[in-house]
């Protein structure tokens, strides 16, 4: 019995040490962080209209049968999660990688839209965005 509980007690101080080492930029998990991101060669740019993402990101997909037209087609779900976390402190942000090579395909450009907020991304989508033609 005491040695599980102090399994769990140090348990706990390991979590609180990582977590600790992670949030020194104010982030949860540093990842996130859009300084670092930054500094590592990727774009941010934003915040961006959520109107205008939505239109550039229509799909049209068929479900049981019927066609529908939504932003980011099966990925809706998804879209309308990070979406949902928006407001007036928290701003949705396009991100592009520094690593070309991520950021082909024979379709178009990897993106992500992050959902910012102080600073750290809290939730993303990635996309395709196709080169004009």
Not at 5 to 22: R, W
Not at 37 to 64: F, M, R, S, W, Y
Not at 73 to 87: D, E, Q, T
């Amino acid at each position: 019995m005491r040695k599980q509980v102090i399994t769990k007690f140090a348990l706990i101080l390991f979590l609180g040490a990582v977590f600790n080492s992670c949030a020194w930029s104010g982030c949860a998990d540093d990842r996130f962080d859009v300084e670092r991101i930054k500094n590592e060669g990727a774009t941010v740019e934003g915040p961006l209209d959520v109107v205008a993402v939505e239109k550039e990101h229509i799909i049209q997909i068929e479900v049981g049968g019927k066609k529908q037209q939504l932003p980011f087609g099966f990925g809706n779900k998804h879209w309308l999660a990070v979406k949902s976390r928006l407001s007036s402190t928290v701003g949705l942000y396009l991100i592009r990688t520094a690593d070309e090579m991520q950021l082909q395909r024979a379709s178009g450009e990897i993106v992500a839209y992050g959902a910012v907020e102080n600073g750290c991304v809290v939730d993303l989508i990635m996309a395709i965005k196709k080169w004009p033609k």
